[in-house]
């Protein structure tokens, strides 16, 4: 029984299953209810205030308190609370999104499908390309290349797709047909002297072994995040993709950008394709889409994958897959007014403008004694922890460091996430100001200091 907690918070405990939680401890800790917000701020129960270095859960770009895209949620609920779009029933807002969305597009689209998460885009994606090469006539081409520390979901599917055992463990996960190749983290893969450049050819070798090892014929997708997300926000080291890309093109093997945090400025372009040169055959969007006001996602789909689909209904009729939700007329009609304010008020130029002061900052906490490594694109970024710089031995992960820096920044009004690994990442609401972004990192350097204090007196180094 959860003792000592107040009576909201019993209330939840006794309800809920909170996700990726420690169901034991929370019994404790109990819950932290966040009440309002306005701008990058949020207010808790007991009315203390933090800045949401997160973005939530890397998506509320617009920040808390966007009126525009309230009233157009409004707007659509007195209009049209709710249709599908199955068996050709339809709504405006479904196709004047798609619209946007395909003039955005880092790659040619011919079509859009909807779907309510990023899980469940990555998960439509696997079915398409298996839809897609069955039609095309190689019911052999099925297998999946993601990488390891890629994160994609946590459906069956996209949960296969990511790579953090933690998704997999006692899940039963990954499925057949999924494998996983390595992690570009330079940082923390790259053996003793070997340059970036080495790096990512020594990387692109051996997923071209892989590919050759399963069969080229048996391979059909490979996918990837421009810059790993929930796997410790690692940057792509140099040559990376431009290896990587000609490797997929020599075994004709279909690229998906998973840029459901990338896409739409986070890394100082829409996409994070065009930051670092993409070609993607499709890419998942979700989270800054509707700037996470309400649930939908994505998936693009170039003209030759639509005219395999059109293949298959001439074939066997109807294409047998979609949600009761799919673009759900309210969460379409606030994503359309996302992608309009994103491109009225220059939310790309905002972030380009300040990028180098976020970069700066990120780049000054690798002075601190406890970080080993410092990396930012854009307004994304993460520390990562270490012992001994040196060696870039780790912590014990017993040892917490990484939550220690998250609870002593949140004491302090500061909300960041620690992710597996000892790393601290960043990612604030797009529509943060530069003093504001200073007032970010102090804190985020009071809590080193504060951590540091605890790791010597605790003895942590070892
Ligand atoms: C890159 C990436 N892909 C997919 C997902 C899954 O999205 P969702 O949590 O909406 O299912 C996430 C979520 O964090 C993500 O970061």
Known sequence: MSSGLGN???????????????LDSFRTTGPMIIERGEGIYVWDAEGRRYIEGLSGLWCTALGYSEAELIEAAHAQMREIPFTHMFGGKSHERAAELA?????????????????GSGSEANDQQMKLVWYYNNARGRPQKKKFISRQRGYHGVTVASGSL?????????????????????????????????????????????????????GPDTVAAFIAEPVMGAGGVVIPPEGYFEKVQAVLSRYDIYFIV????????????????????????????????????APIAAVTIGEDMYQAMLDESRKIGVFGHGFTYTAHPVAAAVAAKTLEIYEKRNIVGHVRELAPKFEARVARLSQHALVGHARAKGLIGAIELVADKGSKRMFDVKAGVANTVVASAQEDGLIVRALAGDIVAFCPPLIIQDEQIDAMFDAVERALDKTEAHVRKEGLRG
């Not at 057949?176 to 080495?198: I, K, M, Q």
């Not at 670092?276 to 499709?282: V, Y």
């Open 8 to 22: 909201a918070a019993v209330r939840d405990v006794e309800t809920l299953v909170h996700p990726y939680t420690n």
């Open 99 to 115: 619209e946007k969305i395909k003039a955005l597009s880092p790659h040619p689209t011919s079509k859009v499908l909807f779907c």
């Open 162 to 214: 990511t790579g953090l055992p933690a998704n997999h463990r006692d899940f039963d996960l990954p499925i057949a047909g999924v494998l996983h190749t390595d992690c570009p983290h330079y940082y923390r893969y790259a053996e003793p002297g070997e340059s970036e450049e080495e790096f990512s050819t020594r990387l692109a070798a051996n997923l071209e072994n892989m590919i050759l090892q399963e």
């Open 258 to 293: 998973d840029e459901v945090i990338c896409g739409f400025g986070r890394t100082g372009n829409m996409f994070g394709s065009q930051t670092f040169g993409l070609r993607p055959d499709s890419i998942s969007v979700a989270k800054a889409l509707s700037s996470a006001y």
